[in-house]
């Protein structure tokens, strides 16, 4: 299986900030990643598909990078409504797998 | 509007089984391979697996912790998607959902998802 590795798995940030999280991939996962975030009690929402493609009406502060197996989400400039977990998952070989989550606090 | 609405969640015996449903509307149910995932409370997200369109012969994929006690199914002619899961036991407790998966370019992948179903499995 493909182990998705993300890092941080918390961290603080003020509004403004800018915010990277890294997603590393066991194997090479080509670009089959995708980007989620999820707000407590709530269902996760698609950010990024095919680790650089902005889902429609997501912010453009929001934006996604990588190949192979090193990948970044990027928040340019931190807003409150960004503050939650988010989630990548590499869909390039079955079992597809979550990245364990990073938590985005204030 | 394309929407998701899964069903059948509740609290089940450990060993029993469960049958939850995801109704689909809003877009043309038999051209996109449908997935189911897991939140266990407090955990991440864990895939559960997923069935291809009729194109693709209607086949599935599974994770390693379901495979051979939860199958996936399709009815096509009223846009259902079903989750069968036996032998439930307490490691199964989560809330469900499913997610329209589309094929490349990706743009449909994991796009939509229902609001979910809780599954509690406890004696």
């Known amino acids: 299986d493909i182990q998705m590795t993300q890092s941080p798995s918390a961290m603080s940030a003020s509004v403004g900030d800018r915010v990277t999280i890294t997603c590393r991939a066991s194997q090479d996962i080509k670009n089959y990643l995708a980007w989620f975030q999820q707000k407590p009690g709530k269902v996760p929402k698609r950010l990024i598909y095919?680790?650089?493609s902005l889902q429609s009406g997501v912010p453009s502060r929001f934006s996604g990078s990588g190949s192979g197996t090193e990948f970044t989400l990027t928040i340019s400039s931190l807003q409150p409504e960004d503050f939650a977990t988010y989630y990548c998952?590499?869909?390039?070989?079955?079992?597809?797998?979550f990245g364990q989550g990073t938590k985005v606090e204030i | 509007e394309v929407q998701l609405a899964e069903s059948g969640g509740g609290l089940v015996l450990p060993g029993r089984s469960l049958r939850l449903s995801c109704t689909a509307s809003?877009?043309?149910?038999?051209?996109?391979?449908m997935s189911w995932v897991r939140q266990a409370p407090g955990r991440g997200l864990e895939w559960v697996g997923f069935i291809r369109s009729k194109v693709y012969g209607r086949t599935t994929q599974y994770a390693g912790s379901v495979k051979g006690r939860f199958t996936i199914s399709r009815d096509d002619s009223n846009s259902i998607a079903y989750l069968q899961m036996n032998s439930l036991t307490t490691e199964d407790t989560a809330m469900y959902y499913c997610?329209?998966?589309?094929?490349?370019?990706?743009?449909?992948?994991?796009?939509?998802w229902g609001k979910g179903t809780t599954v509690t499995v406890s004696s």
């Open positions: 809003g877009f043309t149910f038999d051209d996109y391979a």
């Open positions: 998952l590499q869909h390039s070989s079955y079992p597809w797998t």
């Open positions: 095919s680790s650089s």
């Open positions: 997610t329209r998966a589309g094929t490349a370019p990706y743009s449909h992948f994991f796009d939509v």
